[in-house]
């Protein structure tokens, strides 16, 4: 843990640090953005290996009583098991949550994987409870938020969120 927590913390320096402070800008500009699963990053990572993606996400799937298989599915899709994910849209971790979300369950650190699969494991459990166990719909108000799929009645019939549903349910235990 100590290893990927020091390669976390490097590749957060590296995104945070300025290329040239010349300008008029005090962020430096975008670097070009790497796609892996559905998350992007400034920085690649190596994903975490098997053992600790599964002892990671069985103690917080216990934790929030939900189906490990199914919170693996979640983080595979959100992150590709790549804890310094952070995505066009600022989301962050293993399971890419915003700013504004990892706040809201006391997130400090979103690249250190325990924390961050821990907070995405209770939004999960609170999206199932909202949605009465609905797999379905909790994914896609986990994807495009709860605000959509209350105003769709269902999962929001974006293509990236059919898609994000699918492809969960497809590879999760029912």
Same mark, same amino acid.
């Not at 600022?90 to 994987?113: D, I, K, R, S, V």
């Not at 896609?140 to 990236?160: C, I, L, M, T």
């Given at each position: 843990?100590?290893?990927?927590? @020091? ?20 962020? *430096? *500009? ?20 098997? =053992? ?13 009583? /939900?189906? *490990?298989? #199914? ?25 890419? /949550?915003? =700013? ?14 325990? !924390? ?10 609170? /999206? ?9 719909? @909790? ?6 938020? *709860?605000? @959509?799929? !209350? ?6 019939? #974006? ?9 969960? /349910? ?5």
């Amino acid at each position: 843990m100590q290893e990927s927590s @020091a390669r976390q913390m490097a590749a957060v320096r590296l995104q945070n640090s300025p290329r040239d402070t010349r300008g008029f800008f005090t962020l *430096p *500009p975008p670097a070009p953005i790497g796609v892996f699963s559905s998350a992007r990053s400034r920085v690649d990572c190596a994903p975490l290996p098997r =053992p600790e993606v599964d002892a990671l996400s069985d103690v917080a799937a216990a934790r929030e009583g /939900l189906d *490990p298989d #199914f919170l693996r599915s979640v983080m595979r899709r959100e992150s590709g098991f790549r804890p310094c994910a952070v995505s066009a849209k600022g989301a962050m971790g293993l399971m890419q /949550l915003a =700013p504004a979300t990892a706040w809201q369950y006391g997130l400090t650190n979103p690249f250190n994987p325990a !924390d961050n699969l821990a907070a995405g494991a209770r939004l999960l459990k609170h /999206l199932l409870v909202r949605y009465n166990g609905e797999r379905a719909l @909790a994914l896609g108000a986990y994807n495009a938020g *709860p605000a @959509a799929v !209350d105003s769709a009645h269902g999962v929001p019939q #974006f293509r990236e969120t059919v898609d994000y549903v699918a492809r969960i /349910l497809s590879s999760s235990s029912q």
